[in-house]
């Protein structure tokens, strides 16, 4: 176990080192250039999309709407935000700021901001290239864009993306997952680890269990409740500590290209440490370039690539710039992250701090229900990946599996566990982000056509003016 722990270390040091953090953000930032900054122009026409999209009702002219796709789009992007949501904007956004400084908040913010283009690109190229299976379902992801429009012989390439989305769901998408809200109710309300797996197990498989439809259906409802409530939390928080905001936001911006001493427990981190831990943070939560959300784009009942985009890229903005901002602001408004305080028990003592008594229980629940959702959004990463493997018949084989597993990872000690489901996260990124550098074309001309009026559907035109 020890060398296999130094072996995923060496490769986990190299994968999600610079040169990976350079590719994430630089074909981010490339999308987002021939885009001309159309996912920031075009913000307030996604949310407007996103609302008309609730129901997906047919436009004039469309054929019905059950032949497009499963879910609705409003439902396609609470599936990939009840994958995005998770640990990465509780425990993530305190580790980026105990390792990174304050500073670290600015450059998940530019993350966020070029990983909206990257998430448009996703959604775009997951819904042109998508196929329908043996069983009538749409499916799609990196792996059919790779199939589909680089050709065969990228095939292997398709391949090696699905393999590692299929083994990683199992790591950062269930047992870290279990594990994570296992921890937070037994310290803070004494639940032993093993009922707190088999619970899990029992609500997630009938969940998991009834595919996309019921997958989606749930999250539709779950995710806009949790995070608005979250939300609602941290506002409170922010206006006890009102007097401290306005100095948070001089401390992100500030040392965000200045270094930090040392204070208290805090040891203090250079503006390199800044950039690099807000920039790795920020692509753990909100995933853009991982290849993981389109998957669930795919499904959307919709005929329009880049109608589906620009929802697809909402889940970036609603992840990092509203949620992970949130965490941020109530953290730097506290004095506990000085404190030498790392993870998630930052963030439930920050909260704490202003709430005495009931912030603790609070991140607690958050985090329980974050961690609960993430696994239903992984289970159709994972099963879609498994799928494009070894076909549709495997897709039942896979779902047991990946239920079975919740409760051992419950109960399991995950150091090795999350290493390894972080390395093949990372290894997820590299075959998605080659073919979205080599289909950006598509992204562009698909773009272009859009808001040029060549690719509007009868009855979108207002849509389209609002624009």
Known sequence: METLTSIFGSINGVVWGP??????????????????????????????????????????????KDDDGEISPFN???????????????AG??????????????WMWITALVGMATKFAEAVLAV????????????????????????????????????????AAFGIGNTVQ????????????????????????VLAGAVILGGIKRIAKVAGKLVPIMGILYVIAGLLVLIINAGQVGEAFRLIFYYAFNPIAAA??????????????????????????????????????????????MIAMLGTFIDTIVICTITALVILTSTVWVEGE????????????????????????????????????????????????????????????????????????????????DTFNALMAIPNLIALALLSPVVFKLTREYFDGKDILPGEELDHDKG
């Open 76 to 90: 396609a992007l609470m599936t990939a935000l009840s994958a995005t949501i998770g640990t990465g904007n509780i």
């Open 128 to 167: 042109r290239y998508r196929e329908t299976d043996s069983t009538g379902f749409h499916v799609g992801g990196p792996m059919f864009y790779i199939k589909n429009g680089l050709g065969k012989k990228w095939l292997w390439l398709g391949g090696a993306f699905a393999f590692f989305g299929a083994v």
């Open 342 to 421: 790392a993870g998630a028990s930052l963030t439930a003592l920050s909260f704490d701090a202003a709430l005495p008594g009931f912030g603790n229980q609070i991140v607690s629940v958050a985090l329980a229900v974050f961690a609960f959702t993430t696994i239903l959004g992984w289970s159709f990463y994972g099963e879609k990946c498994f799928q494009f493997l070894f076909g549709t018949r495997s897709i039942m084989l896979y779902r047991v599996l990946f239920v079975l597993a919740i409760p051992l990872g419950a109960m399991a000690n995950l150091g090795f566990i999350w290493l390894m489901a």
């Open 93 to 106: 956004v305190a580790t980026a700021i105990a390792l990174g400084g304050p500073g670290a908040v600015f």
């Open 178 to 201: 279990s594990n994570s809200v296992a921890d937070a109710l037994d310290s803070t309300f004494g639940i032993p680890h093993g009922i707190t797996g088999v619970v899990i197990m």
């Open 19 to 64: 040169l990976m953090l350079i590719l994430l953000l630089g074909v981010g930032l490339y999308l987002q250039i021939g885009l001309k900054l159309m996912p920031i122009r075009k913000l307030g026409m996604g949310f407007r999309l996103l609302w008309q999209g609730r129901d997906a009702k047919p436009v004039p002219g469309e054929k019905k």
């Open 264 to 309: 208290g427990g805090f040891a203090g981190a250079a503006v390199m440490a800044a950039i690099r831990f807000g920039v790795a943070r920020g692509i753990f939560s909100n995933e853009a370039g991982l290849g993981s959300a389109p998957i669930a784009h795919a499904a959307a009942r919709t005929k329009n690539p880049v109608r589906q985009g």
